[in-house]
């Protein structure tokens, strides 16, 4: 075996490449992906250049470690020794220097908010900043205290979430029928709202409760929320899930899909709010998903509240929904299914394009044949890249003839969206082509990284 270095390092898919707000990747060295990282943390190797003493560090202080071999960081209050870490940052280098002897938090919140650098750079801690700057508020661990009601209530509650008009309705029930006086006091930050760019990423612990093979390589997770919790990730959006890996808290986003496509062929089904559902691809070389395959019932997994960019007000008046999945990036299209044919009255038709290699990696073949069998609005095509020869479906990548053939609008000026989600150069093509059949900006939805 050649020891070349990947041309495709970091994986599309993989964490080093995940960033929101359009940050750029830089292509990292071999050796030096997330792993590597680990390995090197628990390697025993003197990261911080202090022996494992931790110090104060003034403000003075702090400044004059500003230079790519001696950069020190002050994120929430504590101090980290990054020049280790440069080579192994998936933003590089010029990132992590913009911060170089300062207080990286706001930067360190824009792009790497879900990020859990405490655990990843924990060999690099220096110590506490001297002055302590404000830790923020919003980063606090879960609750054990419930509510501040005058009474008890039972703890199982219910929430209805109006999605298209933001209406949360709560209905909570009296542990007894006593009439009460005055309702409670509101807890501390409890009678306020967040904007959601401001709040901190939450965790909460989530059980694994079944775990089914869908196709050979791709299962479906399901995780119990935690009592009380009550967690709905808005359609089009994804959450962090957070393991321990050898000792280091690994995060790495994934999309829930809704049981909507399976709720027909399953039964009972379980109650929804309680359970999240999602569909991941194990990768047996990754680093996230074998960990993720290896748990048992009952154990434990960490999920963030939601983020992402897509609106469901995308679909106001909207008549044709085109969505174009390659591989498990057919995830998001799941929940936005659902929506657009259950709460869009003037949608006519949706149309799914669903690029995989071969028939065995089709995710939820069959439900989809049987949704666009029971709804008319509905249409499924399959195309593969590497069919066998008895395939007698589309073959082939995403290309200029696909895409003109299938995007064709029920009527000439109909209100159009496009939705596309898959490996990210899958991904990117499929916008260059779309530009070029002149789509425009509004009428693409992409999901990157
Ligand atoms: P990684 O370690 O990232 O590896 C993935 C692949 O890249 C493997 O084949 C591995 O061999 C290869 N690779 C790793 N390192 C190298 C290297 N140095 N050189 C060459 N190749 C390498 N996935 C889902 O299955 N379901 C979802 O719902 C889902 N939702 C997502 C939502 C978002 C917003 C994003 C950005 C991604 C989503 N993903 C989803 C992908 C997911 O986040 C992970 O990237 C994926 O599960 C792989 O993780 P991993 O750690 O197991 O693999
Ligand atoms: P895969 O099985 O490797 O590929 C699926 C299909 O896409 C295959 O037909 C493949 O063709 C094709 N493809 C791959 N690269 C292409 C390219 N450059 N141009 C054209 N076609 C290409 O996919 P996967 O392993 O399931 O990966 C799914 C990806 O979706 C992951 O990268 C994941 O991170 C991403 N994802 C993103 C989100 C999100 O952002 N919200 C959500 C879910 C998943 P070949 O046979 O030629 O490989």
Not at 82 to 88: D, F, I, K, T
Not at 306 to 320: I, R, Y
Request: with cysteine; glycine share 6%; hydrophobic share 35%.
């Amino acid at each position: 075996m050649l020891n070349v270095p990947s041309q495709s390092f970091p994986a599309p898919s993989s964490q080093q490449r995940v960033a929101s707000g359009g940050r750029s990747k830089v292509p990292l060295k071999q050796g030096r992906s997330l792993m590597d990282w680990i390995r090197l943390t628990k390697s025993g190797k003197d990261l911080t250049g202090l022996k494992g003493r931790l110090i104060e560090v003034t403000e003075e202080e702090l400044k004059k470690h500003n230079k790519k071999d001696d950069c020190w960081i002050c994120i929430r209050g504590f101090v980290y020794n990054v020049s280790p870490y440069m080579e192994y940052h998936p933003g590089g280098e010029d990132e992590l220097m913009r911060a170089a002897g300062s207080d990286g938090t706001d930067l360190f919140d824009q792009v790497h908010r879900w990020v859990n650098y405490e655990s990843m750079l924990k060999e690099c801690l220096v110590g506490r900043m001297a002055i302590k700057p404000a830790v923020s508020k919003d980063y606090h661990e879960e609750k054990k205290v419930l509510n501040g009601l005058s009474h008890e209530v039972e703890e199982d509650f219910s929430v209805r979430v109006v999605e298209n008009v933001g209406k949360i309705e709560i209905v909570l029930k009296k542990k007894e029928t006593t009439s009460w006086k005055r309702l409670g006091h509101p807890l501390e930050n409890h009678n306020s709202l967040i904007p959601r760019k401001d709040t901190g990423l939450y965790y909460r612990k989530c059980q694994l409760i079944s775990k089914e093979g869908v196709t050979h390589d791709t299962k479906l997770f399901c995780l119990m929320l935690p009592p009380s919790a009550h967690l709905q990730v808005p359609t089009g959006q994804h959450v962090y899930l957070k393991l321990t890996i050898t000792g280091t808290e690994i995060v790495k986003p994934y999309t829930p899909v809704s049981d909507f496509l399976l709720s027909e062929f399953k039964e009972p089904v379980l109650l929804n709010n309680k359970y999240i559902y999602f569909l991941i691809k194990v990768y047996p070389d990754g680093l996230f998903t074998p960990e993720l395959d290896h748990l048992q019932i009952g154990d434990s997994v960490s999920v963030s509240n939601p983020e992402g960019n897509f609106k469901t007000s995308q679909f106001q008046e909207l008549e044709d929904l085109f969505l174009l999945a390659a591989g498990t990036g057919f995830t998001p299209m799941a929940k936005i299914l659902n929506y657009a044919l259950t709460n869009i009255p003037s949608l006519r038709k949706v149309k799914l394009m669903f690029f995989n290699k071969t028939e065995d990696d089709i995710i939820w073949r069959s439900q989809l044949e049987k949704l666009a069998f029971k709804d008319k609005r509905f249409d499924v095509e399959f195309v593969l890249s590497a069919p066998t020869s008895e395939w007698n479906g589309k073959r082939g990548h995403i290309s200029p003839a696909l895409l003109s053939e299938f995007l064709k609008r029920s009527l000439d000026k109909s209100k159009v969206l496009i939705c596309i989600c898959g490996p990210t150069p899958f991904t990117e093509q499929g916008i260059r082509l779309l530009h070029e059949l002149n789509f425009s900006k509004d009428e693409i939805h992409s999901f990157t990284a």
